[in-house]
């Protein structure tokens, strides 16, 4: 089997009459070359600007620590020459 994508799905939390859902996805894909393309973390939802909930923008941190951690895994399977590689490093 050809896998074509790498998928992870995040949820922290469900969507309830008081708040707000965290839902974050992590999604991969390969070019028309069958390269791994970079992969890239998307917010299912709006996400405001100013949070005024502690306990919601801890949640979110949560979330992003986790997306984080699948995008680098992710991120292994991505050819690149050592001269990019550098530059990405380097950023963080």
Excluded at 74 to 86: A, I, L, S
């Amino acid at each position: 089997m050809d896998v074509k994508r790498h998928v992870k799905t995040i949820q922290i939390r469900h969507k309830t009459e008081s708040r707000r859902g965290i839902l974050i996805i992590v999604a991969q894909v390969k070019d028309a070359g069958g390269e791994w393309l970079m992969p890239t973390i998307t917010f299912e939802g709006p996400l405001s600007p100013i949070i005024e909930s502690s306990r919601y923008a801890r949640d979110v941190a949560d979330a992003l620590t986790v997306a984080a951690h699948y995008a680098d895994q992710f991120r292994e399977f991505v050819k690149m020459d050592e001269t990019r590689k550098n530059s990405l490093d380097e950023d963080f």
